[in-house]
């Protein structure tokens, strides 16, 4: 749902940064139960909190989403198959 809300209308993101909604999103992108499709759409909302947002920056800093995303770079491909596109 957030994920369209954003799309339509970013003002949302000073919501989610100053309730601590980006918590979630990093936690869930972080998440290896989560399907890719799902981890995508946790990267959007994210992105778009950090987007000329200060204190969205400051937050999404503080709870680790950039060792979150390298972690991610990082991380052996563990199937063979290439991945369908969304």
Avoid at 59 to 66: D, M, R
Avoid at 68 to 86: S, T, Y
Wanted: charged share 20%; glycine share 6%; hydrophobic share 45%.
């Amino acid at each position: 749902i957030w994920t369209k809300i954003l799309a339509l209308n970013k003002s949302c993101q000073v919501d989610l940064a100053k309730d601590g909604g980006h918590k979630y999103f990093i936690t869930f992108l972080d998440s290896s139960d989560a399907f890719p499709e799902q981890r995508a759409m946790a990267a959007f909302v994210l992105a778009v909190i950090v987007d000329g947002y200060k204190l969205g920056k400051e937050s999404c800093l503080k709870a680790n989403l950039i060792g979150v995303c390298l972690g991610h770079l990082e991380a052996p491909q563990l199937c063979e198959q290439p991945a369908e596109p969304l």
